[in-house]
């Protein structure tokens, strides 16, 4: 999910102001370019739009609110958990991991900035996704229905956005699993189409892990399993 | 760019009737749940929304708007040609090419479907980026602003967003060179982050062919070509 400086990583200069938790500036009125305006975390950042994303809505199937009552089902014993569907990467990181990433790479706050995968946040329409981790198996299992503005070909899934919810489901398996959040090498093999609205379980597993490199493994099936959409493999690293 | 179905391909039922010109459907309301509504191609959706949106806006920066003026002089003389920015894939693609593709993967027609890099309209906030291509060269190059609602770290580009757009160029470079239209497989190696706003320039190209499989490489860089944020290599298949 997260880009990672490999080569050039520089110590970054407002991460200090970056994490002191201070008022908020309003926004600038941005209509023509201007250069990125990076201001303070104020605690409003921390707070604001504490909505949980990755909750059953009126726009999820009766398969996605299936598989997502089965998995539910083994939250109970604590074994797996569900993760929170947040509005900001933000909301997600450990303050003290954020501190650590900003020491690798240059992160700043953009006032109107958000998770990528909150482009829209109108329901259906997106990225409506879950994901639940388990702890002992070093896994993760993702349900995604993607929405109508998700297009690639007429009516079919663009290879992008599948290509998203997969480096978000290894993300969450290799920062949960892992400790670690920066993608270096991620490769997805396409097998079947898949059409806008279906559901897609995506499964994320950690295979091994050398030095701070992270080795994951990723499939993308229909709900039974009869189908699959997509493989993937991926190399994180934990940071340092 | 767009998924393929390399399994069990389906001849599409619909693809007579996703490629006549009929009256359009109104949209139906959908709040709640209901499965995917298939509709017919109406002229309409060939010519609504034929905006041009890979000329330069107020968003773009004076960088992106220099390199856009760089590559614009290139057209001149006919090697390059600038690619329009579409609403749908359905205006990129030629009519013909459209029943090839129906044959083997189930396209259909989502009335509130569009590209996925089209996902918000709105100037500056998502994906600003214009393709231009030269046939000769079998070579595309893409220039790309990414806004705050690509966000993965803060103030970062999410790779998914990083990805999508390196699909895209390939997918640009792949149609338009070698007549492929599927992705196979696709590999990224991330090695430095892109901050929100900021210009990237990518090139892709054909490397080989080998039957219907055409290979295929990519790089994204900075402006002026001092910083690679990322490399790819891809497979694409050309249609039957």
Redesign the interface.
Known sequence: ????????LVSHRHAKS?LRALAGQPPLP????M??Q?ITVSSSHFQSNIKDYSIPN?????VMVGLYNELMEKTVDGSWTRLPGCW???QLLKEAD?AR?AKA????????????????DTE???FEYVIFHSDSEKKCVCLFQPG??????????????????I??TFFATAYYSANA?????????????????SVVRLEATVTGTEGRKVFLSCEAQNSDGT???AEASAIFFQMK
């Open positions: 999910m997260l880009q990672r400086g490999l080569g050039g970056l941005r209509s023509a370019w250069p990125a990076p009126a726009s999820w199937s009766p900001r990467s933000l954020l990433i790479v240059p992160i700043q706050m953009i006032e109107d900035a958000r998770l990528f995968l909150r482009i829209t259906r329409l997106g109508p503005l998700l297009e690639g070909l007429p009516g079919i899934i663009h290879g992008g956005a599948l290509g998203t919810m480096d978000t959040v920066f993608t270096g090498t991620m490769t997805i093999t396409f097998r079947s189409p898949v059409i806008l609205g189908i699959l959409f």
